[in-house]
């Protein structure tokens, strides 16, 4: 089974701060995503990577980067954390070539205070 | 127009209902079309995919397309507590590098 681990399930930051969400996938997927999920506006693409030290923006990359120095870890960075970042985070994987499911981690439940 | 809409609910429903639950889309280029189930705390799990029209069935689920009214369902049969979670539709297009666009979920209630 494929798995995508978020290394943290709760995280409580300040204001200012840098954070940095880890996810790894074991299944030596290309393709990798960010999403942020809130009630009402559901999943957000946030940035994606179709390989090593590539990335892409997606819908709402603001106030956001990513980091993906090897093909199983993709990592999304807040440059200097706010309180509308405060959010449920989604990391997922895709292989390539033909059709494949989106395999997505537990989530990471960010608050910034 | 966004690109796919879905009604958010909530929808509550007896046990052993029948649940529609339906998206509509803009883009007639979408050839893949998936449903995810979300429990609460978890992220999101492929739950049935289909190619283009027509249905699938798998046990108490069916996933139906109709690309010329560009609009998918799924039902739920004999609908169970355990069912009760959101459920988010998502296509894409045949190229492998898009990624998926998603409904933002209907959150269902299975009440026993």
């Known amino acids: 089974d494929v798995k995508v681990t978020q290394s943290s399930r709760y995280l409580v930051k300040r204001t200012g701060e840098k954070v940095f969400l880890e996810c790894v996938q074991d299944?030596?997927?290309?393709?990798m995503f960010w999403y942020r999920q809130d009630p009402g506006l559901g999943l957000r693409l946030i940035y994606f990577?179709?390989?090593?030290?590539?990335?892409e923006k997606g819908d709402i990359p603001e106030g956001y980067s990513v980091s993906r120095e090897k093909k199983e870890r993709f990592s999304l960075i807040l440059e200097s954390a706010s309180t509308n970042q405060t959010s449920m985070y989604l990391c997922?994987?895709?292989?390539?070539?033909?059709?494949?499911?989106?395999?997505f981690g537990n989530g990471t439940r960010l608050t910034v205070t | 127009q966004k690109e796919v809409e879905q009604d958010p609910g909530p929808l509550s429903v007896p046990e052993g209902a029948i649940v529609s639950l339906n998206c509509t889309y803009s883009?007639?280029?979408?050839?893949?079309f998936m449903w995810y189930r979300q429990y609460s705390r978890k992220g999101p799990e492929l739950l049935m995919y289909?190619?283009?029209?027509g249905n699938k069935e798998d046990g108490r689920f069916t996933a139906q397309v109709d690309k010329s009214s560009k609009y998918i369902s799924l039902f739920i049969r004999d609908s169970q507590p355990s069912d009760s979670a959101t459920y988010l539709c998502?296509?894409?297009?045949?190229?492998?590098?898009?990624?998926?666009?998603f409904g933002k979920g209907t959150r269902l209630s299975v009440i026993a």
């Open positions: 299944m030596d997927h290309e393709n």
């Open positions: 997922a994987s895709i292989d390539t070539g033909g059709y494949s499911p989106l395999h």
């Open positions: 883009n007639s280029a979408f050839q893949y």
């Open positions: 289909t190619y283009s029209s």
């Open positions: 990577s179709y390989d090593v030290k590539m990335k």
């Open positions: 998502a296509m894409s297009p045949p190229s492998g590098n898009t990624p998926l666009v």
